[in-house]
């Protein structure tokens, strides 16, 4: 089983459509928490932190429940320029290392 | 946010070959770096963490004679890839944690690495 996992995708919608990742961690004393999204042959740029009491940044709401050790991505009224592949990151607790799901991809279309 | 550096960009060799690659943070200085490298449809794997001062950590199943690293200064890192062949092609990325963001990590842009 991999430490991180991501709903394998892809995902379709069509342009104002709700989304939502899912992300499972194995690894119970994980630290932190992350969604990256990496387009087409460019580097992960942040999207957003993880946190229990979840999070909100415009249209993105991210959730952490740490007792069934899950991670969520929820996008709202998907815009074109959402397309991209999702990646969610975990970071353990001592050396900090991350580790990355395989990332969903997501194509939100006309 | 925080600004990371790779150079080259993306580079074509042949067999045999050696190539280094950087990676700077330009406004910040960071103790560790991150190397990571990415083959297509696959996610991020951890090569090594690179400890300014010190020696890099390499995770299992990475060759530390083949990909040395060298972090000499607080602002750049460089992986050599040694004796570089077909199958070591991939998208090198680096990453560093900023002072007083956490375990937030930013990437640099990524080295492409063609190997003929």
């Known amino acids: 089983r991999k430490e991180v996992e991501q709903d394998p995708g892809p995902f379709n919608v069509p342009e104002g459509a709700t989304v939502a990742f899912n992300c499972t961690y194995s690894?119970?004393?994980?630290?932190?928490f992350f969604w990256y999204r990496q387009d087409c042959r460019k580097e992960p740029k942040l999207l957003m932190s993880?946190?229990?009491s979840g999070n909100e940044d415009g249209r993105f709401t991210a959730q952490l429940n740490r007792a069934s050790q899950y991670i969520s991505l929820l996008i709202r009224d998907s815009k074109l320029s959402d397309s991209a592949t999702y990646l969610c990151?975990?970071?353990?607790?001592?050396?900090?290392?991350?580790?990355f799901g395989d990332g969903t991809t997501l194509t939100v279309k006309p | 946010g925080a600004v990371v550096s790779q150079h080259p960009s993306w580079v074509i060799c042949k067999s045999g070959t050696s190539v280094k690659i950087e990676c700077r943070s330009l406004?910040?200085?960071?103790?560790?770096m991150f190397w990571y490298r990415q083959f297509p449809k696959q996610s991020l794997m951890l090569m090594a963490t690179?400890?300014?001062?010190?020696?890099?950590?390499?995770e299992q199943g990475v060759e530390k004679d083949k990909f040395l690293i060298n972090h000499a200064s607080l602002t750049l890192s460089t992986l050599t890839v040694t004796s570089a062949h077909p199958e070591d092609s991939s998208f090198y990325i680096c990453?560093?944690?900023?002072?007083?963001?956490?375990?937030?990590?930013?990437f640099g842009p990524g080295t492409r690495l063609t190997v003929l």
């Open positions: 990453s560093a944690r900023p002072p007083g963001v956490g375990d937030t990590q930013y």
């Open positions: 406004d910040f200085q960071a103790t560790t």
């Open positions: 690894n119970s004393a994980s630290q932190s």
């Open positions: 990151v975990v970071n353990s607790a001592n050396a900090g290392k991350s580790t």
């Open positions: 690179s400890n300014e001062g010190s020696k890099a950590t390499y």
């Open positions: 993880v946190y229990s």
